[in-house]
């Protein structure tokens, strides 16, 4: 492993069983069609034949030992989420899409100083607690 | 490209400009009144000072609509307003301010320009923001996951909590690293991978909290408003800061719901604080940081929306107060900016503002009866155009008292003594004009009076009683030997005409600025319709009448020959058809024809008092122009009674006739409806439509489930009478109703831009 595989960039419906795998941890084909089926109705066999070139393609492995495979992605999210949010998220959060988004935080990440307050803050939230 | 240019001197594009340019101030005040407030309720709720900010955010777009509607509607008339021809003969002041004039010309001329600045920055927010839409709308369905069961669950139940009725969707993204709702409609919450996993679950509670707040208070809605007012007034910085503090204030108002429903406000910071932590670390570009701390500090530190105070109404009312007063400002500011920036039409501009003069929102106290004495009679031939707007905006007696003391002041060729020459000189022809002169009318409304007014006695009088050689009536000739501004060996020659004692100038000495009667007549009657402001400012500049002579030329050769011919057609037409009292193409019915031509469609009521014209393809394919006139008294005097500013689209044509209406298509398709009830009953319809007594098209059908019979008949050019007869099959009452129809689908051969000039192609608001 000197040299990082030049793995393909999933395709949308590739990335969204990355997600599911990144979400659930190894699963089996059924686990991973469960989930989807529940956003959007999709054939199982759909989710199988996925999976199976996703395996050829090398973006998930699969564990054979078990009567029903097991498939785990093969790399962390944050390694595809690099290499996908290099040109989407980026583009997206850092232009307009933001502002017309609710969210808990800012869309503007704290600064380098903002986060060492922040930590000292959560510090003595730790000690304060009983 | 001349068009564009053209395009921005159009009066909209003036007024879109001066409206941005006032929005700077109002901009700036209503930000410093929101300021103000949040000073004053520092204390207050987040959701109070929520509302003042939104409220301020909303004044923002009002307040340029309206500046936009003020400067609109008391904007110089330059096409079919009566006042061009009635304009008292206003000679300029002998002070009148050149250098100044230019100098607002300058600043226009500029200003003009950004208008299309200003739409381009527009057109760039608002396609930003759809291409932000976009990419929120693909996040939703791109590398997303559905949250677990569990947690599905748990949202429904933290829903009915906030008793929040829509669906919401609970999705894990790889593509956010923050918490985020997304859409209105169908709300989806998406969080980031692994945030489920990582946080405890009351952690995740509270976030999820914090967006479903958000759902429940349609901030999704708002902000969207919000962007869309950022994107309108881009440019200017209180708009961003306002919009800013309303986001702020925004996720107060979320901490604190989530607050009273967990109750831990501290350990709701520490959700946040580590939330925050979790991300990837920030980039080099977004350096300056959010406002995290400050909210964290706020939740630990204040007793957030603990004390009662100000109602939030009486917060408002304040803000409106001081937004009332902002705009009650401006019509006072307006007269003398509007007036600059034409100054050719300023005697006209003046006439607008003096008869704008007594509307109420004009001034808190309208100008009393010795003021405007002053203003149109004392010093109407000595007071510059500037002074006179200026007088007019003035707002209480003592402002006018002391403008009138200035006036005189500023006259004075002796400044230092008590006694004032210029004024009692002026007072002293005033008076010496009324006793002389005096025929039909006041002394000083006379040729001569005003001439004596104006430059003071003559050095000499040649006074033939019995006329001369060259005139058959009694005339008067003033010789001025030197004249300021004017010239020398000035001489003025006046004309008793008609006997009755009323000479009438021949000569002005101010001629060079002053057109002869027929080129008058060429500017206020035959192309009153269609000059624009600024050619009309040009030709009153003209010092000559070979220049005259070639403007008027060179005016109608940009139009082309076809469109003069056809407009001295129309203008006969006008007043060979629309005579009544007046002259035809004054009438309404005239003013449309010689602007619109004949229209594509004439229908008139049964009884003859309405009358209804139709235009087609004025702004666009699909629009229609249509214009009301009504002759109550059956006098012929037909009067436009609607507002044909906003283009209709398929208009229902007859409002007069319920029982039958038209609507007329493209290419001579009209559409007969008839409305036939409510009721389910079945129907006989009888539609018959003539045309010289002859039968063009009969039709018959029996319709049932229906409320409207329509049918869609090509009628070429000509007039018809439309009968339909409406037989109810079960009560049999039979109803009839008819209706007069001119299609009129003749060539228009100089519609559109051939001729380099949209003939007609805008709507003046009448």
């Not at chain 2, 957030?304 to 803000?319: D, E, F, K």
């Not at chain 2, 500017?523 to 000059?531: G, H, K, Q, V």
């Amino acid at each position: 492993m000197s040299t990082p595989n030049p793995l393909p960039r999933p395709t949308d419906a590739e990335l969204e069983i990355l997600t599911v795998l990144w979400s659930l941890g190894p699963s089996t084909v059924r686990d991973v069609h469960e989930t989807i089926a529940r956003r959007k109705p999709t054939q199982y066999t759909t989710v199988l034949k996925t999976l199976q070139i996703m395996a050829e393609k090398g973006l998930v492995e699969r564990d054979e030992k078990k009567r029903a495979h097991i498939y785990s992605a093969a790399r962390p999210r944050e390694w595809t989420q690099q290499q996908l949010a290099g040109d989407l998220l980026r583009r997206a959060f850092g232009g307009s899409a933001s502002s017309l988004m609710l969210g808990a935080l800012a869309a503007q990440r704290a600064s380098p100083e903002e986060l060492a307050e922040l930590r000292k803050f959560l510090e003595e939230y730790e000690k304060g607690k009983p | 490209m001349t068009q564009f240019a053209a395009w921005i001197r159009t009066p909209m594009a003036q007024a879109l400009g001066w409206a941005l340019v006032h929005f700077v101030w109002e901009g700036v005040v209503l930000a410093a009144a929101l300021l103000a407030m949040l000073r004053v309720f520092h204390a207050a709720p987040a959701r109070r000072r929520y509302a003042l900010a939104c409220l301020a955010l909303a004044a923002m777009p009002a307040a340029f609509a309206i500046t936009l509607g003020v400067i609109w509607a008391l904007r110089p008339l330059a096409v079919a307003v009566p006042i061009h021809w009635v304009a008292a003969p206003l000679a300029d002041g002998p002070i009148a301010a050149p250098a100044r004039r230019f100098a607002w010309a300058m600043i226009f001329d500029r200003l003009a320009w950004a208008v299309p600045v200003w739409a381009a920055g527009v057109a760039f927010f608002y396609a930003r923001g759809l291409a932000g839409w976009v990419a929120v709308r693909r996040l939703r369905h791109r590398g997303v996951c559905v949250a677990s069961r569990e947690w599905q669950t748990r949202l429904e139940q933290l829903c009915a909590r906030l008793s929040i009725s829509r669906p919401v969707s609970l999705l894990e993204s790889c593509f956010t690293d923050a918490p985020v709702l997304i859409g209105y409609l169908r709300p989806a919450i998406l969080l980031p991978l692994g945030c489920l996993t990582g946080l405890s679950a009351a952690q995740v509670e509270c976030i999820l909290l914090h967006e479903l707040a958000h759902v429940a208070r349609h901030d999704y809605v708002v902000n969207l408003l919000q962007s869309l007012v950022e994107g309108l007034l881009f440019y200017h910085p209180a708009v961003w800061w306002v919009s800013r503090v309303v986001r702020a204030e925004r996720e107060n108002c979320c901490d604190d719901r989530v607050v009273e429903t967990m109750g831990d406000a501290r350990a709701y910071a520490a959700t946040l604080a580590v939330l925050e932590q979790r991300r990837a670390p920030a980039a080099a570009l977004a350096a300056n940081g959010g406002n995290l701390m400050k909210r964290i500090r706020r939740l630990t530190t204040e007793s957030r929306g603990a004390q009662t105070s100000v109602a939030p109404a009486a917060s408002a009312a304040v803000l409106l107060v001081i937004f009332a007063a902002a705009l009650t400002a401006l019509p006072a500011k307006l007269p003398k900016v509007r007036h600059a920036h034409t100054p050719a039409s300023a005697p006209l501009a003046a006439m607008a503002v003096a008869a704008a003069a007594p509307l109420p929102q004009q001034s808190a106290a309208p100008m009393s009866t010795p003021y405007r004495k002053w203003l149109l009679e004392d010093v109407v031939y000595i007071i510059a155009d500037q002074e006179r707007s200026a007088f007019v905006a003035l707002t209480s007696d003592s402002e006018r008292e002391k403008f009138i003391e200035q006036f005189w002041q500023r006259r004075d060729p002796t400044p230092g003594t008590p006694e004032n020459e210029f004024r009692t000189e002026h007072y002293r022809r005033i008076a010496y004009a009324n006793e002389h002169f005096a025929g039909s009318v006041a002394g000083w409304k006379t040729d001569r009076g005003r001439t004596y007014i104006v430059y003071g006695p003559p050095d000499e009088i040649d006074d033939h009683p019995s006329g001369g050689t060259a005139s058959a009536y009694p005339y008067q000739q003033w010789r001025y030997r030197y004249i300021e501004g004017v010239g020398a060996n000035i001489i003025v020659e006046f004309v008793n005409s008609d006997g009755s004692g009323d000479f009438r100038m021949t000569s002005d000495p101010a001629e060079k600025q002053r057109a002869s009667t027929p080129y008058r007549k060429w500017l206020n009657e035959d192309a009153a319709y269609i000059i624009s402001s600024e050619e009309r400012a040009a030709f009153l500049k003209l010092a000559s009448d070979e220049e005259r002579e070639q403007f008027i030329e060179s005016f109608w050769q940009r139009l082309g020959e076809p469109f003069r011919e056809e407009h001295y057609r129309r203008i006969a037409h006008a007043n060979e058809h629309f005579s009544t009292g007046i002259p035809g193409w004054k009438t309404d019915r005239g003013r449309i024809y010689v602007i619109y031509g004949p229209p594509d469609a004439i229908a008139s009521s049964s009884d003859s008092k309405s009358i209804l014209w139709t235009y087609l393809r004025i702004d666009g394919p699909s629009s229609a122009h249509v214009f009301i006139f009504e002759d109550p008294d059956g006098r012929g005097d037909f009067r436009l009674t609607n507002d044909p500013g906003a283009p209709h689209e398929n208009v229902p044509l007859w409002d007069a006739a319920p029982e039958l209406s038209v609507r007329i298509g493209g290419h001579g398709v009209v559409t007969v409806l008839v409305p036939l009830g409510p009721s389910p009953d079945r129907f006989h319809v009888y539609m018959e439509i003539t045309s010289n007594r002859k039968i063009v098209q009969v039709s018959e059908s029996d319709v049932s489930g229906q409320a409207v019979f329509t049918k869609s008949i090509p009628l070429p050019a000509g007039q018809y009478r439309l009968a339909a007869i409406v037989k109810d099959l079960a009560s049999g009452a039979v109803r009839r109703s008819e209706l007069n129809l001119d299609v009129v689908n003749g060539p228009r051969p100089v519609w559109g831009k051939a001729s380099g000039r949209e003939y007609g192609a805008s709507f003046p608001p009448w």
